[in-house]
Every structure is written in C-alpha cells, then in structure tokens.
Nanobody
Framework: QVRLVESGGGLVQAGGSLRISCAVS????????MAWFRQAPGKEREFVAA????????DYADSVKGRFTISRDNAKNTVYLEMNSLKPEDTADYYC?????????????????????WGQGTQVTVSS
C-alpha cells in the first residue's frame, strides 16, 4: 500500500520560511514524479511545484517561482518543499502527490488528475 505523509506545516509570519516534507512508503520515490499542490479555503486545488524522478527537471507555478524550491532525497524516500518569503496568499493546505513514471515513460505534470497517489495534506498559515 502506497502512503504519502506530509509534515512540517504550521503558522509563520509573512516574509518567513518553512520547509514541508513528504515521506513516501510502499513504493520507491525514485520511480515517481513528485509534486506539491495546494488548496486554499473556497478555492480549487492548484499546482505549486513538481520534480522528475531523477530530480533533473523541476517546474513551478509563477506565483511561487523564485521563492519555493522543490527537492527530493531518494535515499530517504522523501520530497521537500522549501518555502521562503512567504506571503499571506500562500496560506493553504499543501498536498504531496506521486505519479508513476513507468520506467521513465511519464514525466512531471501540472494537472492534479494525472497523479496516482496523494497525501492527506499539511496546513500552512502565513500571518500578515
């Protein structure tokens, strides 16, 4: 059974930093493209960042580019999202997602419907 467990969320002041983690069990993270999505109250889930199985390719939403960094440690089966210069509009539940690459045949995607596994989310609140 595949499980994704996010951690590290919390309350932070605007301009501050936070790192959230996604621990994967039941499959090796190296066989998956990984992504972070977020959902604010009353809004649709939106793409934040994604990273390929090798870590060689990353993509970011324009709203977080230059402030957020996605990374992975395949040895620890964990994916991270480093968030700097946080803004109140970054407040949301952050979800980790995994997409089976089928041996490298599939890459990252910005479409949440194309991800196979999801975590339960971790809440990030940025106060002004």
């Amino acid at each position: 059974q595949v499980r994704l467990v996010e951690s590290g969320g919390g309350l932070v002041q605007a301009g501050g930093s936070l790192r959230i983690s996604c621990a994967v069990s039941g499959r090796t993270v190296s066989s998956s493209a990984m992504a972070w999505f977020r959902q604010a109250p009353g809004k649709e889930r939106e793409f934040v960042a994604a990273i390929s199985w090798s870590g060689g390719t990353t993509d970011y939403a324009d709203s977080v580019k230059g402030r957020f960094t996605i990374s992975r440690d395949n040895a620890k089966n964990t994916v991270y999202l480093e968030m700097n210069s946080l803004k109140p509009e970054d407040t949301a539940d952050y979800y980790c997602a995994a997409r089976d690459t089928y041996g490298g045949l599939r890459g990252i995607s910005l479409n949440p419907a194309l991800y196979d596994y999801w975590g339960q989310g971790t809440q990030v609140t940025v106060s002004s």
